[in-house]
């Protein structure tokens, strides 16, 4: 079948309702429709960046989120980095910290007297029957203060959070939490915060979501970016309230809050919440004012009344004409009759700044063309064809080398990556299914190039190792099958190193090239493809199939990007054929030094993707010496059993990105794993080349472990310019139906 591509997928973002895990002072959690009604007025759709400066429970900012649609990072702060560990800890081990606090919950539920059971507040004639109850509230309390900030730091916090005093969160000037027990034995929704937990920790991964623990003037400070929008929900002014014992600025006091307010300024859009200041209305576009139920007063004069105000910093140009600025009237006789005559008259007295100034426009075009200018003109344009497409490496190389794509096929049943090509290169004929093209495609219809990556899993050395016998490797065999039925001047095969080794108990024989048991036959047996390496029977069986269509000469070479200067070690097979009537003697690249380093790339001040050492495993330095273009070992985690897991790499050449993004590096004092973005740069795709809005930090990382590093297919490319003959003269175009599918022609993308 062909499809058009939705290019419109959006991850639902849950209600503040299916997130809250537990009452908290100052939470905006029942302010839902002020909060839709300022949006409404506001009518703010899309920015590139969210900001929740005061995070609390979140429910703030996901009444923001279900109607603004955030198309880089969402930053989410608290100075209390207890709250903020409990929330990495729901992206990163959710089940474990469910499973230590429901451990907690449990016992506290086992201790409340039947006859006390679901008391709002127990009378306190009856607390001596539950002080057993205070007593391990206040132990979690302890436990809370003195444990390092981890999984059961956080069940600790989640615990208290849920039996303290009426949601307030207060510290003392040591900085540890002092709430005092709230004398309630209704038992805790265990189910309900279970359900909460899951849904952060899905939100967490779906965005690209930044954890910070800053104080507000700093993290204002550390952002900058114009398209922000920033919600600010400080402490009230004119209460005697700590919420914690950091706050360097105290915000009891207005001119704090309005401090902070002009220092937002550099952000579009600011929202903010706070008693009713009439001295502070004067800052905002909107305000709205409601009263707020049932909060925690410290003093009788503090206000009950809330403002909810917006402000607009995107600045709008309001044209005004000369003669509007001057007071001129212009007379009668120049106001044009009719359209035609103005247009005319425009066409023959106005003269453009370049004109007037005689600056040549073709100046820059030029040197862009020149920049892109390939050597050969015979591969200026072509069309071509690429099955598992993936997110669109050939493409990619084929942008960054300026070559025109005339025509393509692009096929692909994976929606994830075929998003990601569409969110960067046009549309064109799309089929889902190899088979569906073997199906319709007609017979020696021609091409340019054909380049195909079949699914790998089967021949790696982690995967399943199946080969032939998986529904997935078959797919290699269906390729070649492809390849026969076209006429296609170059054909193009990657794969994984593991395809060269598979099945080492078929070779084929010196003397007959017969493929038999190794059992049977003694001695090692050469490929016919490039004499002396020594590979396993698959790769001779892939072999025999392609010298079947003896149009083509046929190279391989098992190439990795650190030998292109690119920073990743990352074998792979590549199969080139050539028509043997272009072909002046095909050349894989040289080896090159690299370019730059894991380190040239890094992006600044990552917060994410710090690797928790859930078993506290000791880190062996090893300081391995730096050879040139190789994986530098910083060292290794002592007691992990695979050797992958327990490596931890200098930022200087990657080792292989897999889909799980399992590689870690020592950056700046901590052991992190690369960014999706520090992944996209490892390949070498342009800055340019941009993931769909709202793709997951997970689904980013599968498509870079999947993916052909693009440098690859350049350097391949650019030796192919070299050998190929006169011969080829843009072999083909797809116009006038030459490549055209038999079916389901009325569904081409246009």
Request: proline share 4%; aromatic share 10%.
């Amino acid at each position: 079948m062909l499809n058009i591509i939705n290019e419109n997928y959006t991850p639902v973002i849950p209600s503040s309702n299916e997130t809250k895990m537990f009452s908290y002072t100052g939470s905006k959690l029942q302010y839902k429709d002020k909060f839709d009604e300022i949006h409404t007025n506001i009518g703010v759709k899309t920015v590139k960046q969210y900001i929740e400066v005061f995070s609390g429970t979140l429910s703030s900012m996901f009444h923001n989120l279900q109607h603004i649609e955030v198309t880089d990072k969402i930053i989410i702060n608290d100075i209390n980095e207890k709250l903020i560990k409990l929330y990495r800890s729901i992206k990163s081990n959710p089940n474990e910290l469910f499973e230590k606090y429901n451990r907690l919950e449990e016992q506290f539920i086992s201790m409340i007297p039947e006859n006390l059971d679901g008391s709002r507040v127990v009378p306190k004639s009856s607390r001596d029957k539950f002080e057993l109850n205070r007593k391990f509230y206040n132990e979690c309390k302890e436990l809370l203060n003195s444990t390092e900030l981890n999984v059961d730091n956080s069940s600790l916090l989640l615990f208290v959070l849920n039996h303290n005093f009426n949601g307030l969160y207060n510290e003392n000037k040591k900085g540890d939490f002092n709430t005092s027990f709230n004398w309630s034995s209704k038992k805790v929704d265990i189910n309900k915060i279970k359900s909460s937990i899951m849904n952060l920790h899905k939100f967490f991964n779906e965005n690209n979501v930044v954890f910070e623990t800053l104080p507000s003037h700093e993290l204002i400070e550390k952002y900058n970016e114009k398209d922000t929008f920033i919600y600010l929900d400080p402490p009230y002014t004119n209460s005697d309230i700590q919420y914690s014992s950091k706050n360097i600025d105290s915000f009891n006091h207005i001119d704090t809050h309005k401090k902070m307010l002009e220092s937002c300024e550099k952000y579009n859009y600011v929202l903010y919440s706070n008693n009713n200041e009439e001295d502070l209305h004067s800052m905002f576009d909107t305000t709205i004012n409601f009263n707020r139920k049932g909060t925690l007063n410290s003093t009788t004069s503090k206000s009950k009344v809330e403002m909810l105000s917006f402000k607009s910093n995107v600045v709008t140009v309001k044209y005004i004409s000369p003669s509007d600025i001057l007071g001129i009237t212009l007379p009668d006789d120049t106001t044009p009759v009719n359209n035609s005559d103005f247009k005319k008259q425009q066409k023959k007295e106005v003269n453009t700044p370049s004109q007037i100034l005689k600056v040549d426009t073709q100046l820059k075009d030029v040197v862009v063309k020149k920049t892109k200018q390939v050597n050969n003109t015979s591969l200026s344009s072509i069309s071509f064809i690429s099955t598992f497409n993936g997110v669109g490496s050939f493409s990619e190389s084929l942008e960054q080398l300026g070559i025109k794509v005339k025509e393509k096929i692009i096929c692909e049943i994976d929606s994830k990556p075929n998003e990601t090509y569409y969110n960067n290169f046009e549309k064109d004929i799309h089929v889902d299914d190899i088979n569906e093209l073997l199906k319709t495609i007609k017979k020696n219809k021609k091409v340019d190039v054909l380049v195909q990556s079949p699914p790998c899993q089967s021949f790696s050395m982690n995967g399943s190792r199946e080969g032939f016998r998986s529904e997935n490797g078959n797919l290699f065999l269906t390729s070649i099958t492809l390849q026969k039925k076209i006429d296609s001047s170059i054909v193009l095969y990657e794969n994984v190193f593991g395809l060269c080794s598979h099945n080492k108990n078929y070779v084929k024989c010196k003397k007959t090239g017969e493929i038999k048991n190794k059992d049977e036959v003694v001695g090692h047996f050469d490929s016919l493809i490039n004499k002396g390496e020594k590979v396993g029977g698959t790769l001779h069986i892939i072999e025999k199939l392609l010298l079947e269509d003896d149009r083509y000469n046929y190279y391989w070479k098992v190439i990795s990007p650190n030998q292109l200067g690119y920073p990743q070690n990352r074998d792979r097979i590549i199969i080139v054929g050539i028509k043997k009537e272009l072909d002046t003697g095909f050349q894989f690249p040289q080896h090159k030094d690299l370019l730059f380093t894991v380190e040239d790339i890094l992006e600044p001040n990552v917060k994410t993707g710090i690797y928790s050492n859930p078993n506290n495993s000791p880190i062996l330095e090893l300081n391995q010496v730096k050879r040139p273009n190789k994986i530098h070992k910083y060292g290794e985690y002592s007691d992990m059993s695979y050797s992958q897991s327990k490596r931890i790499c200098y930022p200087y050449v990657s080792p292989c990105i897999m889909t799980g993004n399992g590689n870690k590096f020592f950056i700046d004092g901590v052991v992190r794993v690369l960014t999706p973005t520090e992944l996209k740069r490892v390949h070498g795709f342009r800055e340019s080349f941009q993931f769909p809005k709202k793709s997951t930090k997970t689904f980013k990382q599968k498509q870079m472990g999947n993916t052909v590093s693009p440098i690859v297919y350049v350097e391949v490319i650019e030796q192919l310019k070299k050998c190929l003959n006169s011969n080829f003269i843009n072999n083909v175009s797809f116009n006038n139906n030459q490549i055209d599918i038999d079916t389901c022609s009325n569904e081409l993308v246009s």
